[in-house]
C-alpha cells in the first residue's frame, strides 16, 4: 500500500500554493510535514485526501491513479486542529459514526468502536459526552473516529496544537504506538521541529508550497541539503554567518579564523556560509578550538530551563538558546563560543557542502 505523488501542483488565482511535488509514501509509516504556517502543509494534506484536485501531476493510490476520484469514496481519515466531535453523541456514537454512514452492522459497529477505544483508552469513557471529557480525552475521541474507518490514509493537520503542554507531551508520545497498530499511512502536520523529532518516521520539510526535503527524520535533521531546510528544522531557525577559506584556515566575518578540519579541510578555496543551531552557541568556552565572536545582547528571554539570547552581530541577528536562566543586560557587550564540529558549511546558493563534523559522525 503506497501512497504516489507524480508532479502534483496547485495554483490558485495565480499563486503557487504548492509547485511540482514528487513524494513517495509507504505503508505503516509515520511521514511529518514540517514548515511555518503557510509553507503549504494543508494545501498538500487537501491534495492528498482528494478535497482539492491538482493543477498538474497525478496521485496514485497502490497504483491505481486516484486524482479525480472523489474524497468520499477514497479510503481516507483526516483530523483537524480544531477536533471535531458530536456533542449530542456519546463517545461511542462519535465513534461509531462513519461506520454507520459506511452501512456497517451492528456486530462490525460493536466490535470496531472497542478496539479503536481500546487502542485510544477510552474505553472507560463510552457513555459519556464529549463536553464531559478534558480537552486530550476529546481530542482522543476525534482521532478515534478517523481510526475507526479503517483508512488506508491518515491525515492529521496540527492535531495536537490546540491543547495545553502536559496533554500534548502525552499525547505525542502516543500517537507513534497507535499508528504502529493501525498499519495505516500517517501523514502529520507541524510546525514544531521538536514534535517532528519526537514523533520520528520520515519528515518532508515545506517552504513556500516546496517540499525541501524528505526521508528519515533524524537524517534531514543531522544532514539537511539546504539552508532553507536547516532554517526550518530549527527552532529558534538556525543562524548563518558568511565566511571564506583560503588554505587551511577559515575566515569569518568580524576577523575570526579557525583551522579548517574534518571536511571543512577539504573544500576548496571560497566564499561559503556557515550556519550552526541557536543551541551551539555558548556563553562560556567549553572546548580548547571553540571559536569566539564579539556580540551585543538585543534582549533575553527565560523560559524556566533555558534563556534564549537575541544577539547582533555585526549587522546579523542571531539567537543562542542556553541552559539555566542567565541575568543579562539588553545593550551590553557579550562574548559567544561555538565549537567548530558544530558548524555547517553552504556554498553560496544554499546548497549543504559539508555537514557539521558530529551530525556526520552521528
Known sequence: MTLVLEGVSKVVAGQTHIAPTDLTLQKGTMNVLLGP????????????????????????WDGQDVTGMRV???????????FINYPSMSVFDNIASPLRLMGKSATEIEAAVKKTADLMQL?????????????GQQQRCALARALVKDAGLVLLDEPLANLDYKLREELRAEIPKIFEEAGSIFVYATTEPEEALLLGGNTATLWEGRVTQFGPTPSVYRQPVDATTARVFSDPPMNFLQISKAGPRLMFGDGQTAVASGQMAELADGRYMAGFRPNHLELERHVAGAMEFETKLAVTEITGSETFVHLDHHGERWVGVVHGVRELEPGAALTVYLDPAHVYIFGEDGALVAPAAYAAAA
Open 37 to 60: 504556517t503557510t509553507a503549504g502543509k494543508t494545501s498538500l494534506m487537501r491534495l492528498m485526501a482528494g478535497l482539492d484536485v491538482p493543477n498538474t501531476g497525478r496521485i496514485l
Open 72 to 82: 468520499q469514496d477514497r479510503k481516507v481519515a483526516m483530523v483537524y486542529q480544531q
Open 123 to 135: 474505553s472507560p469513557l463510552l457513555d459519556r459526552k464529549p463536553l464531559e471529557l478534558s480537552g
